[in-house]
């Protein structure tokens, strides 16, 4: 069972980046997904997560209106288009999995079951 997360790299304030969550080892269309970063000397924070249909999604306030999760179950493949990205974006990213029986999500870490290795956000000013 393995998450990889990629899609990271420099950019400047303004600009858009498109992550991508990748599974293997199982099937995504269980799970919930989750994505998480972590700024340097920062706890790990919700970003935003998406339910195993699609239907349940939710954003952390400081990145509504700018980022955009979607899933797609057939390639088993999650995304996070991130668009007017500002320094405070700067982190490790990481996509998360947690089986749920219902449809819905959850911003929290303790929730998730699978976890990548994150991909790098640098976002310059």
């Known amino acids: 069972v393995q998450l990889q997360a990629s899609g990271g790299g420099l950019v400047q304030a303004g600009g858009s980046l498109r992550l991508s969550c990748a599974a293997s080892?199982?099937?995504?269309?269980?799970?919930?997904i989750g994505w998480f970063r972590q700024a340097p000397g920062k706890k790990r924070e919700a970003v935003s997560c998406i339910s195993h249909s699609g239907g349940g999604l939710f954003y952390d306030d400081s990145v509504k209106g700018r980022f955009t999760i979607s899933r797609d179950n057939a390639k088993n493949m999650v995304y996070l288009q991130m668009n007017n990205l500002e320094p405070e974006d700067t982190a490790r990213y990481f996509c998360?999995?947690?089986?749920?029986?219902?449809?819905?999500?959850?911003?929290?870490?303790?929730?998730?079951?699978?976890w990548g290795q994150g991909t790098l956000v640098t976002v310059s000013s």
């Open positions: 998360a999995a947690d089986f749920l029986i219902y449809d819905s999500c959850y911003m929290m870490n303790d929730e998730y079951d699978y």
């Open positions: 080892g199982f099937t995504l269309e269980n799970y919930a």
